[in-house]
């Protein structure tokens, strides 16, 4: 089964609207956490944001948001006001527990804002 | 802060030579240093996570001898592509962390873009 699953491949978004990409999640750990980075057509992976399993509130940075549902194991991110320069890969990862610090990796969704 | 360089970031090169890629963490110390390996339009490959001093663990179908990783220090390590062939032409990436950050996040290169003719 998939660990990370991100059911949408590509996504056309308005300019300035917001845009949510989807991200769930499949653990039988209590502690994991989870990253959202993106990957602009240069290939550098930078990261946006993270969210522990014990945080009570959805993270914060700027205009990205975790909406963070627990027992739903969704992890969505959440890109307020898109602008153009948001148009890249976007892919959610998890890390289980703190052993060895690997991800495992989401398929990935392509972004495109339209002017 | 948190900042990773990797280089060269383009290498092409003639089938049977050997090609190094080095990542460095510029501003923090990492204890552990992963490499991973991207196919257009897909997602990240890990190939193997060193820690400092110590050998690289190699996940399975990589081969440790054809992708040899040093990690020498605290702010540098090393992948060594042998003997390269034009199945190995890719694009490699390394990452950074810190066991001493919370939520030990992953800080990326910018990635090494190979073609082995």
Redesign the interface.
Known sequence: AQKITQTQPGMFVQEKEAVTLDCTYDTSDQSY?L?W?KQPS??????LI?Q?SYDEQNATEGRYSLNFQKARKSANLVISASQLGDSAMY?CAM?EG?S????I????TKLIIKP | GAVVSQHPSWVICKSGTSVKIECRSLDFQATTMFWYRQFPKQSLMLMATSNEGSKATYEQGVEKDKFLINHASLTLSTLTVTSAHPEDSSFYICSASSSSEYQETQYFGPGTRLLVL
Not at chain 1, 42 to 47: A, D, H, K, L, R
Not at chain 1, 100 to 103: D, F, K, M
Not at chain 1, 105 to 108: H, P, T, V
């Open positions: 956490g990253f980075y240069s290939g550098e992976m930078i990261f993270y522990g892919f890390r703190r060895n610090y690997q991800l990796w989401g398929a990935g």
